[in-house]
């Protein structure tokens, strides 16, 4: 069974067709990446999953069925537009969503020490929220996802707003989280971010699935035939390099259909080059959407003429 | 966690009122009634205080209605009174008033026994005691030859009852608060409507402004948010009505023991017709909390729903254009119908009290619409929440809501 189902949802607002045809599906215990650039239909298509719009089409499934009230305390959502009481203090609103999602006031203030603990906020339990940086109102707002311990998680754009430190804290945390069995359903315009976290994606433009799959299958599906090379003194001429051109203090070459990427390590070695950095070259998420996206609009282009 | 589970409407209703109760304003608001009417009561009585006189006023009885003076009796008029000497002509009088022995002398004429009249003689105008202080001392001394009853009749006044043919109402300076409560009730309904708008309009705009909205719709219904901030808010108004009910309390003791006056001492308060006013207040309250909860959840920001709910309050208002036609004839059809109908009821129902008979089915038709229609209103805040929580900057329209609600599918 899968922890969320999506088939062929679709929601207008008006004339505004935000989303037209997204399917995918979340697997227990994964973290899965809903991608997009700003304005993709993204948030519209979580909204849909979390029923506070119902699609115009479509099925949705989440943890077996549709959503009821029950279910709602199973999930911990955190919304790309933060939400949080300005006006009382850190703790009694985390005591209030906490308590809205089942727990009672015992359960939240024993899970609480350790929450505020991990998160440095120990000392900022009796400030109102408005006193806290927006940083700390976005480790609270994890908190208050968290703290009810969801089977599913879906956040939205949770690295806005963080310092490298604070995104690495929530990185291992939601890493942490899947290791326990936890399902996590990430959205993002950060592509990068989603590499180094998530075991399958969507990528969806202009309301439509654009990648689905393994990060790796499809980072194998659209790499180029060359190698990344990054070397101590000068990179002689090789046999079936049919172009180089510089990446990141390093060399990206690109090799002829017939030549492998292990015969150009061994004429490097053989060339007596020592060689620093040597890797199958893979586009990123972001070269792949621009590849993607390109083709797309060329294809429109055409179809048009 | 079953529990915790069921009850999340009351941790709304909890954090609403805790939200606003545990607030200077709040506290200050609470306090501003009391405060108000304690300031206006203590300035007329250092008023009273300060034009009072204590010198005594003389009389020059031309008539001889004075022959004999004897004192006003105890417990008749104030209770500090002046004291009153005779003279023989008006020049001795007149001589004593410019010696300041005297703040003023009475001309009681010879055909005072004809006309009723008497003259007032003053230099500066004398003590507003003295006017009631003389008369009460003429009245006891020409009443002095009539029988005792008479005599009491004559310094106390009547005390008229009047009682329904059923008997089951009366009126009399016994039961003055039967007169008095009702109308303070409909004023009070109108007061804490008003006052209460500033809550109403904010209970939903403000969880938009704080972008809470999406994390409590996802966490609970529609009705469950819905009914919370309404219970919420119902607590907060009543901690303010309760709060000024004690002050007027303590002020209703306090008087008893302060002042002297019979009719504080002897009046009653009908639980009965108190029983009744609470039933009408309380399903009409939540009956308007659900529309301006409605109204909230349609506007884009509580400035734009308090102007809204500042139009849908003014039927309470205008209600009062009808007093006239429910105190003068409380029993008719126009008026029975505008008591049963709840944007009226608050205030005019009460006034129906006051001052007719109603008979119970009445009463328990009024509350019982007015009940069903809370139940509507709420229920239509709950799906107007629903269409417009995630409509940050866009109103709802009202074509929009009703076709949703009826459609059944409130969600957009």
Known sequence: MYSVEVSHIAKAFGSNQAVKDVSFQVRPGEIFGLLGPNGAGKTTSIRMLLDIFKPDAGEIAVLGGGITEEKKNRIGYMPEERGMYQDIPLERCLVYFGQLKGLTKSEIDHRLEGWLGMFDLSAHRKKKVKELSKGMQQKAQIIATLLHEPELIIIDEPFTALDPVNTQMIKDLLISQRDKGVTILMSTHQMHQVEELCDRILLVHKGEDLLYGKLADIRKQFASHAVQVRASGQIPELKGITGREPVNGGWMLRLDAEITPQDVLTQLVNAHVIVDQFEIAEPSLDQIFIEVVAEENADAISEAS | ?412
């Not at chain 2, 009391?34 to 009885?61: C, H, K, Q, W």
């Not at chain 2, 948010?225 to 002020?251: D, E, R, Y």
Request: proline share 4%; glycine share 8%; charged share 15%.
């Open chain 2, 1 to 412: 966690m079953q529990s915790a589970k069921q009850a999340k409407f009351w941790f709304v209703a909890l954090n609403e009122y805790r939200k606003h109760v545990f607030q200077k304003r709040f506290i200050l608001a609470i306090i501003s009634v009391p405060a108000l009417l304690s300031v206006t009561f203590l300035v007329g009585f250092l008023t009273e205080y300060f034009n009072r006189n204590m010198d005594p006023i003389g009389y020059v009885d031309q008539a001889g209605a004075l022959a004999d003076t004897i004192p006003i009796p105890e417990g008749v008029g104030n209770s500090q009174k002046v004291d009153f000497l005779a003279f023989a002509d008006q020049e001795s009088a007149e001589q004593a008033l410019e010696a300041g022995e005297i703040q003023a002398y009475y001309l009681i004429p010879q055909a005072y026994a004809l006309t009723r009249e008497v003259s007032l003689v003053y230099i500066e105008e004398p003590g507003m005691n003295a006017e009631d202080d003389f008369f009460d001392f003429l009245r006891t001394n020409l009443s002095g030859n009539l029988p005792e009853r008479v005599q009491i009749l004559v310094l106390d006044g009547f005390d008229v009852t009047v009682r329904s043919l059923d008997g089951s109402r009366e009126f009399s300076e016994k039961y003055i608060f039967n007169l008095i409560l009702p109308v303070v009730f409909g004023f009070l309904f109108t007061f804490v409507l008003t006052s209460g708008s500033g809550y109403l309009s904010n209970a939903v705009t403000e969880e938009k402004e704080n972008r809470t909205i999406e994390i409590l719709s996802t966490s609970m219904s529609a009705n469950q948010f819905i009914l919370g901030k309404v219970l919420g808010i119902v607590m907060v108004i009543f901690t303010q009505v309760i709060s000024w009910i004690m002050f007027f309390v303590l002020a209703y003791f306090g008087a008893r023991a302060a002042f002297d006056a019979a009719w504080i001492d002897h009046a009653q308060i009908d639980y009965q017709q108190l029983l009744v006013l609470v039933m009408l207040f309380i399903p009409a309250f939540f009956f308007f909390s659900g529309i301006a909860l409605t109204i909230s959840s349609m506007v884009t920001d509580s400035s734009e729903g308090q102007q809204m709910i500042g139009i849908i309050s003014m039927p309470v208002g205008f209600s009062y254009w009808f007093a006239f036609l429910i105190i003068s004839n409380p029993g008719s059809v126009l008026s029975t119908i505008l008591s049963l109908i709840p944007f009226t009821l608050p205030t005019l129902m009460p006034l129906r009290l006051a001052f007719g008979l109603v008979p119970w089915w009445q009463i328990l038709l009024g509350v019982g619409i007015t009940t069903l229609g809370a139940f509507f209103t709420i229920w239509l805040a709950a799906r107007a929440y629903e269409i417009g929580m995630m409509q940050y900057g866009k109103r709802i329209r009202l074509g929009e809501l009703l076709r949703n609600s009826s459609g059944g599918g409130a969600k957009k």
